[in-house]
């Protein structure tokens, strides 16, 4: 499985932002997805996850309200919907799969990762 982030970028304090991971290979669909995140000198992290069918997710609580994890399954695609954006989500942001079919929110849980895509956000 290939995973590909697209959607980063600079954005003010307060606006929005949308990333996309697609992934390659058909069992995409019985896979849990997530998003983590690294900001500079600081561990990688979790952000949000989603089952295979969309219907359980999971946000850390620094994201809650903010950011909406959303998959759409015939077009393998994963996203995150961040809005209200301040100056601490600015961070490297990476798609990661899980072979299984429920979310998580541990690295180790994850099989695959993406090459990421970098948020920036002004203040």
């Known amino acids: 499985v290939q995973l590909v982030e697209s959607g980063g970028g600079l954005a003010q304090t307060g606006a929005s932002l949308s990333l996309s991971c697609a992934a390659s290979?058909?069992?995409?669909?019985?896979?849990?997805m997530g998003w983590f995140r690294q900001a500079p000198g600081k561990e990688r992290e979790f952000v949000a996850a989603i089952s295979w069918s969309g219907t359980a997710t999971d946000y850390a609580d620094f994201v809650q309200g903010r950011f909406t994890i959303s998959r759409d399954n015939a077009k393998n695609t994963v996203y995150l919907q961040m809005n209200s954006l301040k100056p601490e989500d600015t961070a490297g942001y990476y798609c990661a799969a899980r072979r299984h079919p429920l979310n998580a929110r541990a690295m180790d849980d994850y099989d695959y990762w993406g090459q990421g895509t970098q948020v920036t956000v002004s203040s």
């Open positions: 290979g058909r069992a995409f669909i019985s896979y849990a």
